[in-house]
């Protein structure tokens, strides 16, 4: 696994050389073609991605409406983590929007991983912390704006 990679993810940002050395071994690359779905909302989620190259659609089944895009994804995202640091199932479906690589850590790894190097676990859980508040104070904005949208 490329160093460069996982240091422009924000996960893994704030790592050192040795640190980033220490994470590379433990993911695993996977390939999917365009239109192939990753994993799907409600299974369980034992592993977190990060995108190598290609891109990857975030969506959700609305019913009588469809497949809601909430995101698509670029080389160097991470996507998957909540399940993997809650073990809970899947919120949301991942698609490949084009042929992508996505490197692969598992939970048990991870958890191995944060469980023998603490200063790791401590940067990683950081960074864990900014992502999702980031992505709260997104959906709060989101939330916002459709409420008072549809007010009138």
Do not use: W
Not at 4 to 25: K, P
Not at 26 to 46: A, H, K, L, V, W
């Amino acid at each position: 696994m490329n160093h460069s990679l996982l240091r422009n993810t924000a996960l893994f940002a704030d790592l050192d050389e040795a640190q980033l050395g220490r994470v590379a071994e433990i993911c695993r690359e996977q390939t999917y073609r365009s239109g192939e779905t990753i994993f799907r909302e409600g299974e369980p989620g034992n592993r977190l991605f990060i995108i190598v190259s290609g891109s990857v659609r975030i969506s959700r089944d609305i019913p009588n409406a469809g497949e809601e895009a909430l995101a698509v994804l670029k080389p160097g995202t991470c996507f998957g983590e909540m399940s993997v640091l809650d073990r809970s199932e899947r919120s949301t479906d991942a698609i490949a929007a084009e042929d992508c690589v996505v490197a692969t850590i598992t939970r048990p790894d991870l958890e191995m991983l944060l469980e023998f190097d603490k200063e790791l676990a401590y940067v990683v859980l950081r960074s864990f912390v900014r992502m999702l508040s980031g992505r709260l104070r997104a959906t709060n904005d989101n939330l916002r704006t459709f409420l008072a949208m549809s007010m009138f």
